[in-house]
């Protein structure tokens, strides 16, 4: 199981966080993000270092690629097939988000299959990302593709149980993303519950 901690900004914090060997770093570079990536970012060898982009256009985002040496890209908007794949040939690792609610229509991901390498389903609020909030799994039944997601929104130490009974759903559940659940008032993560969180997911899930 990919451990995926996310909306990274504050470099201590991101020294402390990689101490802990996730799969993906997140920086947000959404300016309307409490989260969001003022300056510049450091390399950390052992995590894929990953930009989180609302509707952003490609200009943009190929200028933080290259200034922020970006393994990877997390598309969390509108954006088309046509986008994504411009990325994904460009030799990028690109994550596809969708927000997930009961009436979203998984029909639409097959637009999408040959354009991302993984999927990100996410709970649908106001604003995209770190809000606090769940989804419905069983929404998830739905899902009938084999290309491997990642699960977010509101995923904390509470939601262990929930996860196994996701893993028991025998989809192809590639990997956990977490953010606001691990946070202080401060937006930084809290390493401590970041550790006893990875410990049971390393062991258990």
């Known amino acids: 199981m990919k451990f995926k901690v996310c ?7 991101i020294f ?11 920086h ?6 409490v989260r969001y990536v003022k300056g510049d970012t450091p390399q950390i060898d052992n995590s894929k270092k990953t930009g989180v982009f609302y509707n952003s256009n490609y200009d943009f985002i190929s200028e933080k690629i ?9 598309l ?9 794949k411009k990325f994904l040939d460009l030799n990028v690792e690109v994550i596809k988000s969708f927000r997930i609610d009961q009436n979203f229509d998984f029909d639409i991901l097959n637009k999408y299959m040959d354009c991302c390498n993984l999927f990100l389903f996410d709970s649908k609020s106001e604003l995209p990302g770190g809000t606090g909030k769940t989804f419905n799994w069983e929404l998830l039944k739905r899902y009938k593709l084999k290309k491997e997601f990642f699960i977010s929104g ?34 930084l993560k809290v390493i401590e519950d970041l550790i006893k969180f990875k410990e049971i997911i390393d062991n258990e899930i």
Do not use: R, T
Not at 28 to 33: H, R
Not at 76 to 84: A, I, Q, R
């Open 7 to 13: 909306g990274l900004f504050d470099k201590e914090n």
């Open 16 to 26: 402390n966080v990689a101490q802990l060997n996730p799969d993906y770093i997140g």
């Open 28 to 33: 947000i570079f959404w300016e309307k993000s």
């Open 66 to 74: 290259e200034n922020h040496k970006l393994q990877c890209v997390q």
């Open 76 to 84: 969390h908007g509108d954006e088309s097939p046509n986008l994504c």
């Open 154 to 187: 509101g995923i904390g130490l509470g939601s262990i149980n929930s996860l196994k009974g996701l893993v028991q759903m025998n989809l192809p559940l590639y990997g956990i993303d977490v953010n606001s659940k691990f946070e202080d008032e401060s937006n």
